[in-house]
């Protein structure tokens, strides 16, 4: 993980390949991969490790495979390896 929220809130951000820890708050955010382990309040969860103290609100959209345009590796440690982009038809 390239870096850490501690103790922190994070408004309307992009959280990514970060650990975020008990005691920190996301409102709004994007998150990618690292581990969550605070609260997140709505925005977007894409990947990463759900830590056991996680509070995740149910206005937060949890992106899976069923719901990833067959994206692999959403929820686990593992990254997403270098697929061409899929576009999503509207």
Do not use: Y
């Not at 922190?8 to 998150?31: G, P, Q, R, Y």
Request: glycine content about 8%; hydrophobic content about 35%.
């Amino acid at each position: 993980m390239n870096s850490k929220v501690r103790d922190s809130e994070a408004n309307k951000s992009k959280i990514i390949d970060t650990a975020v820890n008990e005691h920190s708050k996301l409102i709004d955010c994007f998150f990618m991969g690292g581990k969550m382990d605070g609260e997140m309040e709505g925005g977007v969860l894409r990947s990463g490790v759900v830590g056991k103290n996680a509070i995740v609100s149910s206005n937060t959209e949890i992106l899976t495979n069923q719901n990833f345009f067959n994206a692999t590796g959403v929820f686990s440690t593992k990254k997403l390896e270098n697929k061409p982009a899929v576009k999503k038809s509207v």
